[in-house]
């Protein structure tokens, strides 16, 4: 079986077959098409776990069907320009309305290839300002929100590691050097913010503000409260606690209980206790490499962040539950499908990534499949093809239950089980606003008391019609060549003679025909309207068939060795602890890692929030060591 990570592998001419597997992948939704690059790829017509050099994409205006292996009359795919990021495994997809920038911090801040897919052009565009971002080893948190042509990034690994630097001084040659990576590794990492909103040749990463948590393998999410909206994170690794392992380059997984809120028109970090719905088994295990998506009661008085996948430290191996994180009540739910056959069934998903279509269906896509207990967590979809384990599978949002199709007319109501546990009906008209303890913070009132607006991402691109610049002339055809001899006869100048003269003769037969012929018939009474047929999609706002913005992944692959990253390369890897081949049983063991020894938290007096700082002088984050 081929290593999942860390191996180079060789590069096909092209992909051929039916996509089987796809993992470490950039995945976003823009102009209503599923795009998906770099990361390792699985067809039925080639080799296993290879690099492709291409740019994959899914029309989703069309039903594509699920839980099976993706066709290969179902995507398609375009070559990517040399220098492209083939061999990234950051999985970071930002995006605006029109174009998805591949984004990996290890490789550079100042240059990042983007692929435009109204004018379908690749370009490596140079970003201004870069000096304000710091080079980073692993992926952080990131969103978008292509409204506003404003994307997100925090926390990631080398910029959290201030404390451990010390103790790798023995990796360096002198003092000199050690301090050198302590200047580069600041204790939090700011939130960095790629400003796109004048265009793609205008970007430019904004000062970074609001020191917060470092997000290793978790989620971040853009949600539409307070004035600009608001980044919402959890999850994950905490690289600066070492409480839960004896290996000291082994961060702990954070508490699913603690939900960061970064407000971007204030610039300040929250941190919100959550709660579980219906008790503490409805709070979600602590877990890396999940995904997440966000849907929107139809009224916004709601707004779910719904998860799946990831690795679970309790079990040692990938999950296959399902949660959701209601907002502004900052409760979770499991919500998990008892009917598992058209999702992973037995079995676990990691490094998967999220697409939410219209909020109703979150597409789940790619990722490591793999047993889902100690005693067996094997990979089962990295070897040969197989259709049980399929790329892609599809979560109704609004009944939390899997379907074997995607159904691009799907339209959302909010789920029976958020309503009857915040109040209001399927439209949303949420009866709770605030957490139970509530809001112990005037400026979290405010900021959840409001809404941004909703605005639709465009589902298609209106084809470019031919200016009247660009009409053939001899100083505009780009074939014309000044150097070739004279021209014969002015054919297009006859062509058009001729097709004039035609056009004429019929307008003066359609004349007579109109006031000789028709005039003569009965007026007959008007016709009546037809009605739309059964099946097809109203349009308006008002019938709910709103297109959401769709959410990325908030998933990455696990921690894994990495030169420089640690003193002897060893590093927490989930997928080698206590496998054990041969076992097909694959059932997954309760646990609950939520009380760890050695972690503390600080006291909360019965309140649900604390503020970060964003100062220079404000201690380390509470709850965190």
């Not at 959410?551 to 989930?574: C, M, R, T």
């Amino acid at each position: 079986m081929p290593t999942l990570y860390g191996e180079e592998h060789a590069l096909l001419p092209r992909a051929t077959g039916d996509l089987c597997t796809v993992i470490n992948q950039a995945t976003a939704i823009v102009g209503g098409k599923l795009f998906y690059a770099a990361g390792t790829y699985t067809f039925t017509d080639g080799n296993v776990q290879i690099r492709q050099r291409k740019l994959f994409s899914i029309d989703l205006s069309n039903p594509v069907t699920a839980h099976t292996t993706i066709k290969s009359n179902i995507y398609k795919s375009i070559d990517t320009p040399s220098g492209f990021p083939v061999n990234s495994d950051a999985g970071i997809g930002i995006y605006t309305n029109t174009t998805i920038y591949f984004y990996d911090p290890s490789i550079s801040n100042s240059k990042i290839w983007t692929y435009n897919a109204d004018t379908e052009e690749f370009k490596e565009i140079t970003v201004a300002d870069d000096q304000n971002v710091p080079e980073q080893i692993y992926a952080g948190g990131w969103a978008s929100d292509p409204a506003t042509g404003m994307m997100y990034y925090t926390g990631s690994y080398r910029n959290s590691q201030k404390k451990r630097k010390r103790s790798w001084g023995w990796l360096t040659s002198g003092k000199e050097e050690e301090n050198l990576l302590e200047k580069r590794a600041p204790t939090r990492p700011w939130m960095q913010i790629l400003d796109a909103s004048e265009g793609d040749d205008k970007v430019k990463w904004l000062e970074g503000a609001g020191r917060g948590p470092t997000l290793l393998y978790g989620t971040l999410q853009y949600v539409r409260y307070g004035k600009k909206g608001i980044l919402v994170g959890f999850g994950g690794v905490d690289p600066d606690d070492h409480s839960q392992f004896a290996d000291p380059n082994v961060g702990s997984y954070r508490d699913m209980r603690d939900i960061f809120v970064f407000d971007i028109d204030s610039q300040r970090w929250f941190t919100i206790q959550a709660t579980g719905g219906n008790g503490i088994r409805d709070i979600p295990d602590g877990r890396l490499s999940f995904c997440s998506g966000v849907s929107a009661a139809p009224d916004d008085s709601s707004f779910q962040i719904t998860i799946y996948g990831g690795y679970k430290l309790s079990n040692v191996a990938a999950t296959n539950r399902v949660h959701v994180l209601i907002l502004p009540t900052f409760q979770w739910l499991d919500v998990t499908p008892s009917d598992q056959r058209l999702g992973d069934d037995r079995w676990g998903r990691q490094t998967n990534k999220c697409a939410m279509w219209n909020d109703a269906q979150m597409i789940v896509f790619g990722g490591q499949i793999q047993g889902n207990n100690a005693r067996n967590n094997t990979p089962v979809n990295t070897g040969a093809c197989n259709a049980t384990h399929p790329p892609l599978v599809v979560l109704d949002t609004t009944v939390f239950e899997w379907t074997d199709e995607f159904n691009p007319n799907r339209s959302y109501s909010q789920p029976k089980q958020v309503y009857e546990l915040i109040g209001g009906d399927w439209r949303g008209l949420a009866g709770r606003k605030e957490p139970p303890n509530g809001f112990d913070n005037t400026l979290l009132e405010d900021i959840f008391a409001t809404t941004v607006q909703r605005i639709d991402q465009p589902t298609a691109f209106s084809a470019t019609s031919p200016s009247p610049s660009t009409s053939t002339s001899a100083g505009s055809n780009p074939n014309n060549n000044t150097d070739s001899e004279p021209s014969g006869p002015n054919t297009a100048g006859i062509a058009g003679g001729v097709v004039g003269g035609v056009l004429g003769i019929a307008l003066i037969v359609g004349l007579i025909w109109f006031f000789f012929i028709r005039k003569r018939q009965p007026e007959e009474e008007d016709m009546p309207s037809i009605p739309l047929a059964t099946g097809i999609a109203p349009t308006g706002r008002h019938q709910m068939m709103r297109y959401e913005k769709p959410e990325l992944d908030g998933s990455q692959q696990p921690l894994q060795a990495q030169a420089g990253a640690a003193g002897n390369g060893e590093v927490f890897d989930a997928l080698k602890q206590n496998a054990q081949p041969g076992n097909e049983v694959a059932m997954e063991l309760p646990g609950d890692e939520r009380l760890r020894p050695g972690l503390e938290r600080a006291p909360s007096n019965g309140r649900s929030v604390y503020e970060l700082d964003s100062g220079e002088t404000r201690g380390e984050l509470p709850g965190s060591r």
